[in-house]
């Protein structure tokens, strides 16, 4: 069992996507049941795209100076951390009424014609297919799902652009206002834990969705 763990909150102490994210980290843990954790630690600051990363990108790969690989080489990395991933773990704290800027330039990083989606007669097709996320979503003062919600949208819509249609969200819901939700939270994260149906392949899957979709 594979996880790719990615942490955006600037908090490193007191985040609560990044408590979500310890807790489902723990919780497996007391199951007993063996999974390799690969960290992404955003505030690891990622590169913005510039002129030559999108040039780049836009070269043929068989074309490709070893300067053009040299710039893709972070981009190349990110991609291989999640293909060699069954489960992502994604902590998503909203920022005025958004994600976090890091975790937008891991997405731009990671999104790339030819090698995680692809363009069909049918329209795009996600390549990175057979992998489940769970977001660790936690707002201040935004209400999951509602008009001012420009995070868990666009985060399950470009998920599923890559091929991750498999998607959970935990939710730690206005809990700057609501003393009760991260207990909530990790209530969620409890019961997708203690629901996980463990297949022959040793991938992460719950066999029913936890929390709020």
């Known amino acids: 069992m594979k996880i790719l763990r990615i942490d955006s909150s600037a908090q490193t102490e007191a985040g609560q996507s990044r ?6 980290i723990d919780r497996l843990t007391d199951t007993g049941k063996p999974f390799d954790v690969t960290v ?26 070893d300067q053009q690989k040299d710039v893709l080489a972070l981009s190349d990395t990110l991609i291989a951390e999640i293909d060699a991933a069954d489960t992502l773990i994604i902590g998503a704290p909203v920022y005025n009424f958004s994600i976090p800027a890091s975790l937008k330039l891991w997405i731009d990083l990671i999104c790339r014609a030819r090698k995680t989606f692809a363009y069909s007669d049918t329209g795009p097709k996600g390549l990175l297919s057979g992998k489940t996320a769970i977001v660790c979503f936690a707002s201040g003062g935004t209400d999951f799902g509602s008009d001012i919600d420009f995070a868990s949208g666009y985060l399950r819509h470009i ?50 969705k936890a929390g709020v979709n």
């Open 40 to 65: 992404r630690d955003l505030n690891n600051p990622l590169p913005l795209l510039d002129h030559a990363w999108i040039n780049a990108n836009s070269t043929p790969e068989e074309d490709r100076t």
């Open 19 to 24: 408590h979500l994210a310890d807790r489902i």
């Open 159 to 208: 998920l599923g652009f890559v091929g991750i249609t498999d998607v959970t969200f935990v939710v730690a819901n206005r809990h700057f206002m609501d003393d009760t939700a991260i207990a909530r939270a990790e209530g969620e994260v409890d019961a997708w834990v203690d629901q996980l149906d463990q297949p022959n392949d040793d991938r992460l899957r719950p066999a029913a």
